[in-house]
């Protein structure tokens, strides 16, 4: 069973920088690959950033590229994401996701078997 929680969310200016953290309770974390995705109030859900279940491959929104950067440490069972240069079009809650290993990485929030419950970040202008 999977159960994530994230963590590192807030309140940060324009241009500003934070790291996002996803915890699984479970057993079974590096057996999944996993995203992090956004969503803005009145918006969609959209991909943010995504890693394989070993952490050698990493894609990205284009319009994150190059300021966010998502990790994942096995041993602890976490899952990072490093905000930088932050812009306030970018205030969502961000959730954390999982999908199965064998599975190929998606950039689709229905592909992903588990979720967290989000953490929110406002980036103020």
């Known amino acids: 069973q999977v159960q994530l929680v994230e963590s590192g969310g807030g309140l940060v200016q324009a241009g500003g920088s934070l790291r996002l953290s996803c915890v699984d309770s479970?057993?079974?974390?590096?057996?999944?690959?996993m995203g992090w995705f956004r969503q803005a109030p009145g918006k969609e859900r959209e991909f943010v950033a995504a890693?394989?279940?070993?952490?050698?491959?990493?894609y990205y929104a284009d319009s994150v590229k190059g300021r966010f950067t998502i990790s994942r440490d096995n041993a602890k069972n976490t899952v990072y994401l490093q905000m930088n240069s932050l812009n306030p079009e970018e205030t969502a809650v961000y959730y954390c996701?999982?999908?199965?290993?064998?599975?190929?990485?998606?950039?689709?929030?229905?592909?992903?078997?588990?979720w967290g419950q989000g953490t929110q970040v406002t980036v103020s202008s």
């Open positions: 996701a999982a999908r199965w290993y064998s599975k190929p990485t998606s950039s689709r929030s229905r592909d992903y078997d588990y």
């Open positions: 890693i394989t279940w070993g952490g050698r491959h990493s």
């Open positions: 479970g057993r079974t974390f590096s057996n999944y690959n």
